[in-house]
């Protein structure tokens, strides 16, 4: 019902930057949260940072000062600008998207994820 799909992610090196961008298309009437999250080779997932739909952000330890995300809901678009980045920043980036549609009358809730778009921080 409801597709993600990520990009901008690549190899940069420390100290660099980078901006992922998260489009959200299909069966939409409404999204709550936009988060996105990281997964480094073998770890767990972790969030790196949320807006909610009234542009509220939290962010993990290691992303704040260097992170931001943004949504834009007219477009269903989440994007995370990251900056001063580290080795320790490479990983698996997914986002995540909440949100409900209609089926008739019927409210209905989607948890969307992405399939991942990798980070690469060289030293």
């Known amino acids: 019902q409801v597709q993600l799909v990520e990009s901008g992610g690549g190899l940069v090196q420390a100290g660099g930057s980078l901006r992922l961008s998260c489009a959200a298309s299909?069966?939409?009437?409404?999204?709550?949260?936009m988060d996105w999250y990281r997964q480094a080779p073998g770890k767990q997932r972790e969030l790196v940072a949320h807006?909610?739909?009234?542009?509220?952000?939290n962010y993990a330890d290691s992303a704040k000062g260097r992170f931001t995300i943004s949504r834009d809901n007219a477009k269903n678009m989440v994007y995370l600008e990251m900056n001063s980045l580290k080795p320790e920043d490479t990983a698996v980036y997914y986002c995540?998207?909440?949100?409900?549609?209609?089926?008739?009358?019927?409210?209905?809730?989607?948890?969307?994820w992405g399939q991942g778009t990798l980070v690469t921080v060289s030293s």
């Open positions: 995540n998207v909440v949100g409900y549609y209609f089926t008739g009358l019927r409210r209905n809730t989607f948890n969307a």
């Open positions: 299909g069966n939409i009437r409404s999204i709550n949260a």
């Open positions: 807006i909610g739909s009234g542009g509220s952000t």
